[in-house]
């Protein structure tokens, strides 16, 4: 049964999605990349080299646009004005590629958004011809004026980046589901395998990490655990789970039998 999802108008197979950094080389990059079966990989461009630097290892030579959908991202921008110019740059070095995923931290301790640089940005950039999928807080309310101001999909945090806590507040995840008219995926907090299939079981549209790969201490496999995992949770959404009980119910019933 083919179950894909669209974001701004291209349908992808794979729902999870992968980020570049904190890997030990290019060629684990690669091949962590390959084996987690993701079709959109997210590239820092303050922090990779995506052409800026001709004599340097380009990592669009590694990952291709050609194979891959290439999100430039605006990791370590702090004021919404950064992050402007930081997409443009990453439009300009990928031939008119519009499609960013937005994110303006408050702080270097928490790396939590900033909701309001984060709002400002975000409505430069869409009026800009941007398609920006956004990386933002928990809150139902912000999700929903994100989607309003035109982004392509909101991506809400399941824990601090890189903090491998996992689903910390499902029921404001659920929230965001019940009111979105966009694809919404969990960006940050995953550390396992199970915490993807969390997300997924939530109705989530897709996951979003990178430190849970890059950090395992087996990086490839690890990648093919998380293609996995968002596969069975999925599945299990589609699928419906039983309702939970108190108390037990027999798996064999005793209506009609012999004795």
């Known amino acids: 049964m083919s179950d894909t999802f669209t974001i701004d108008g291209k349908t992808y197979q794979s729902r999870l999605l992968v980020g570049t950094g904190k890997y030990r080389d290019m060629a684990e990059t690669e091949q962590a990349v390959a084996v987690s079966g993701a079709e959109i990989v997210t590239v820092a461009v303050r922090r990779s080299n995506m ?5 340097e290892p380009n990592i669009l030579e590694t990952l291709p646009p050609e194979k891959y959908t290439i999100l430039p991202n605006t990791a370590g921008c702090y004021t919404a004005d950064d992050a402007v110019r930081t997409c443009r740059l990453a439009r300009e070095l990928l031939d008119g590629h519009d499609l960013v995923k937005l994110e303006v931290l408050g702080d270097q301790k928490t790396l939590f958004p900033d909701v309001v640089q984060t709002l400002q940005a975000a409505e430069t950039l869409v009026k800009d011809g941007f398609k920006v999928m956004v ?57 396992t395998a199970s915490d993807a299939a969390i997300a997924m079981e939530l109705g989530c549209d897709g996951v979003l990490m990178n430190t849970a790969i890059a950090e395992a201490k087996n990086p490839i496999l690890m990648a093919s655990a ?34």
Do not use: H, W
Request: a negative charge.
């Open 51 to 55: 052409g800026q630097n001709p004599d």
């Open 135 to 191: 990386y933002t807080s928990d809150d139902p309310l912000v999700a929903k004026q994100l989607e309003e101001i035109g982004c392509v999909a909101v991506m809400p945090l399941a824990a601090p980046i890189g903090s491998g806590l996992g689903i910390r507040n499902p029921y404001n995840i659920r929230m965001i589901l019940e009111n979105a008219q966009v694809p919404i995926i969990v960006d940050a907090g995953v550390g």
């Open 226 to 259: 998380m293609k996995k995992g968002i596969e069975a949770g999925r599945e299990a959404y589609q699928a419906g789970r039983m309702p939970k009980r108190l108390y037990a119910s027999a798996s064999s019933p005793i209506d009609g039998t012999f004795f």
